[in-house]
């Protein structure tokens, strides 16, 4: 049988490992498929986009600056990907795009367990990663309250709006600015902010001090570095400590889930938890 083709699109992609996770993943399954790299410029997207909609292409995801890019190109969009208003991953059947959004599962699978407890939450951020971790945080069965803090307070006030006031959570926002002036503690603080990438190893936007109880979650979409300095501040304060790394892995295994109907083997999940880290250090 014909070898099927996965791919992620975005720029760049140098540093991607999603075709390290998802090859290891077709190869412990013995499954006939390859994922590749399809590095398309910002400036070429349309362009190469109708090209790869004629392809062999079974499907790809999609990552930065393409997430929202990509929603007039799919034939269907999953109620998920809808409400949080980007796509990361696609299914092609027969020519035609479904969009699929798994970022939020990704970032709900290491914290399921401790998501039941979790009554309040200080997201910091609110561009596309925020957007799915307010959707994922929505879904909590104790969430109660949620701030907003961002450097720009409009675009946290657009995300509030985006999400309307249905539900008996109460979502409020704030500035960075604003934010210095408060000291409040909260169940979950996460950062889906670019502070704290290797290239920026500017100060964390929080002192986490400011902001935690003694069960406090610290959790940061960063997984490179493995610790940022917000995780590392958390750590010396004795809180449970959460990185991107396993939402790397998990957002990748439902994009698996959805082209193949296949979970990843344990000792594939174990593998890249052990050696993903090796790669990044
Ligand atoms: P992503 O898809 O990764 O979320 P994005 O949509 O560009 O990327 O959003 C980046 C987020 O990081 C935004 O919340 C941004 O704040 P602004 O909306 O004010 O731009 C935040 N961010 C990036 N660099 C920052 C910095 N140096 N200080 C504070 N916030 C920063």
């Known amino acids: 049988m014909e070898q099927k083709r996965f791919a992620i ?6 540093h991607s490992f999603s075709p ?12 006939n498929a390859r994922y590749e790299k ?10 190469d986009i109708l090209s790869l909609k004629k392809s062999s292409l079974a499907g790809f995801n999609v990552t930065i600056p393409f997430k929202e890019k990509i929603l007039p190109f799919v034939d269907s969009l999953s109620a998920e990907a809808q409400k949080i208003g980007a796509v990361n991953t696609i299914k092609a059947v027969e020519g035609r795009w479904h969009g699929f959004n798994t ?18 939450c200080l997201l910091l951020g609110a561009g596309g990663a925020a957007r799915g971790v307010l959707f994922a945080l929505l879904q909590f069965p104790a969430i109660q309250t949620i701030l907003i803090a961002n450097r720009t307070k409009q675009r946290a006030n657009d995300l509030k709006k985006s999400f309307g006031f249905n539900r008996s959570t109460q979502i409020s926002t704030i500035s960075l600015k604003e934010l210095e002036a408060l000291a409040k503690p909260f169940d979950l603080i996460v950062n889906t902010t670019s502070v704290g990438m290797t290239d920026h190893q500017a100060d964390p ?16 979409l960063i997984y490179n570095p493995l610790k940022t300095i917000l995780l590392q501040q958390a750590e010396v304060l ?16 439902e994009a698996f889930k959805i082209w ?3 979970s990843y083997p344990p ?9 993903l880290p090796r790669k990044i250090s």
């Open 9 to 14: 699109i975005g720029f760049p992609l140098k």
């Open 20 to 31: 390290f996770i998802h090859n290891r993943a077709f190869h412990d399954l013995k499954l």
């Open 38 to 47: 399809i590095e398309i410029t910002p400036q070429n997207f349309e362009k």
């Open 103 to 120: 970022d939020w599962l990704g970032f709900l699978k290491p914290i399921e367990q401790e998501a039941e407890h979790i009554k309040s």
């Open 205 to 220: 936007l929080i002192n986490p001090e400011h902001f935690a109880h003694s069960n406090t979650i610290v959790y940061d």
């Open 238 to 253: 004795g809180l449970k400590t959460i990185n991107g790394l396993p939402m790397l892995i998990f957002q990748a295994e």
């Open 260 to 262: 193949t109907g296949l």
């Open 267 to 275: 000792q594939t999940i174990q593998f890249l938890l052990d050696e």
